[in-house]
């Protein structure tokens, strides 16, 4: 299908089921989408992917940034990203930080490139390595949930201490799901403090969710993202392979009690991609 061929406002591609806005960010996602192998590589090296996590690296982290440097880091740019993660289980065969190694390790690649265009993020150390939970997740080994309301609580008093340090634009970056806790989080903080600022959550893994499309809806994968599958512990591989260790894993497949056309069901053709990582 040719972008002529489209409805106004919308991007074709080389996928009849992959359509972008056609917006910046639309038309960006469309350019990658187009990309070569080759390409993709040369755009990661320029965020000097993949590294090592840099928690512990001095001045990658807001905390680990000699204050005068921060402040002037701020006055360049008041954006920090907050990565959100959990502990818990993902296979024998990998760690149970992966979510929050996801986060991290993404946004130390965007404050590498920023940085080196002259305009750095600041990014704060995860404050979730332990999380909020759905409530299925209870129980499962290698998991430590935390309660939503304590968790949410901390993460209000977070966002306070970032603002009054002069962050004004926060931007949770998640990679588990309590998307509901967090959207809460933000809802109460501005009913609390009603303090002006931009504050967001992104699911890093939606907002690029055509890449991780299945082999029926034209992608490469042949399950959806979830905990450990394919796609999650490819990501692994790249970002932190030693801490994955491929003799443990186990190719499985979830299953399913209700009938097709039931809730658990019903919205898989829409719902992209349709677990919780």
Not at 103 to 114: L, M
Not at 135 to 148: N, V
């Amino acid at each position: 299908m040719s972008d002529n061929n489209m409805p106004k406002g919308w991007l074709a591609s080389d996928n009849p089921t992959v359509i972008f806005e056609d917006n910046a960010i639309g038309r960006m996602k469309k350019e990658l989408w187009e990309s070569s192998e080759e390409e993709i590589d040369a755009i990661l090296e320029e965020y000097g992917m993949p590294s090592p996590v840099e928690w512990g690296i001095p001045g990658s982290y807001l905390q680990m940034i000699i204050r005068h440097k921060l402040v002037e880091e701020r006055r360049k740019n008041d954006i920090v990203f907050i990565p959100i993660g959990c502990t818990e289980l993902h296979g024998e065969h990998t760690v149970s930080a992966t979510d929050t190694l996801f986060v991290s390790q993404i946004a130390e690649g965007v404050r590498r490139y920023t940085k080196a265009k002259g305009y750095p993020v600041a990014i704060s150390l995860p404050p979730l390595n332990f999380g909020a939970h759905p409530y299925h997740h209870y129980g499962m080994a290698g998991t430590a949930p935390i309660r939503e309301d304590i968790a949410r609580e901390m993460l209000i008093d977070v966002m306070l201490g970032l603002w009054n340090d002069g962050f004004r634009k926060q931007i949770f970056l998640n990679n588990h799901g309590h998307l509901w806790m967090l959207e809460s989080t933000i809802q109460q903080f501005q009913k609390r403090y009603q303090l002006p600022g931009i504050y967001r959550v992104i699911d890093w893994h939606r907002a690029v969710r055509e890449s991780f499309y299945t082999k029926d809806r034209g992608g490469v994968w042949g399950s959806n993202f979830v905990h450990a599958e394919e796609a999650e512990t490819s990501l692994g591989l790249y970002l932190f392979p030693e801490m994955v260790d491929m003799k443990y894993a186990v190719n499985t497949k979830g299953i399913g009690y209700l009938p097709d056309g039931h809730f658990d069901t019903s919205v898989d053709p829409y719902h992209r991609p349709s677990r919780w990582s």
